[in-house]
């Protein structure tokens, strides 16, 4: 098994920043593509981003292309997002999930999830 925990998450103005982190364990990092994903209130999940074993191919939602950046340090078994110009609209429980394949990841049906961290945006 697969252990996903995210942190990073809070509460910021529109237009602000903020960087989510995901450390896994249980599995080497290098195997799996991974990727984020986001649910609002009321609303189905969302994908946001994925990034591919080696770090070489990135995929993101077209509501966050220029904004945000997914990177991995396989080393740390880490996973990034930065999040920059965030709206009101990026408010969510955002996920981190790894799979075999970035397909899975974008079709919002990855092997392994997070718990997920808030992100709330203000106008």
């Known amino acids: 098994q697969m252990q996903l925990v995210e942190s990073g998450g809070g509460l910021v103005q529109a237009g602000g920043s903020l960087r989510l982190s995901c450390v896994a364990s249980?599995?080497?990092?290098?195997?799996?593509?991974m990727g984020w994903l986001r649910q609002a209130p009321g609303k189905e999940r969302e994908f946001v981003a994925a990034?591919?074993?080696?770090?070489?191919?990135?995929q993101y939602h077209d509501s966050v292309k220029g904004r945000f950046t997914i990177s991995r340090d396989n080393a740390k078994n880490t996973v990034f997002l930065q999040m920059n110009s965030l709206k009101p609209e990026d408010t969510a429980v955002y996920y981190c999930?790894?799979?075999?394949?970035?397909?899975?990841?974008?079709?919002?049906?990855?092997?392994?999830w997070g718990q997920g961290t808030q992100v709330t945006v203000s106008s």
């Open positions: 999930a790894a799979d075999s394949t970035r397909t899975a990841i974008v079709a919002k049906r990855p092997a392994y």
């Open positions: 249980g599995r080497t990092l290098s195997d799996y593509a």
């Open positions: 990034i591919n074993r080696n770090g070489a191919i990135t």
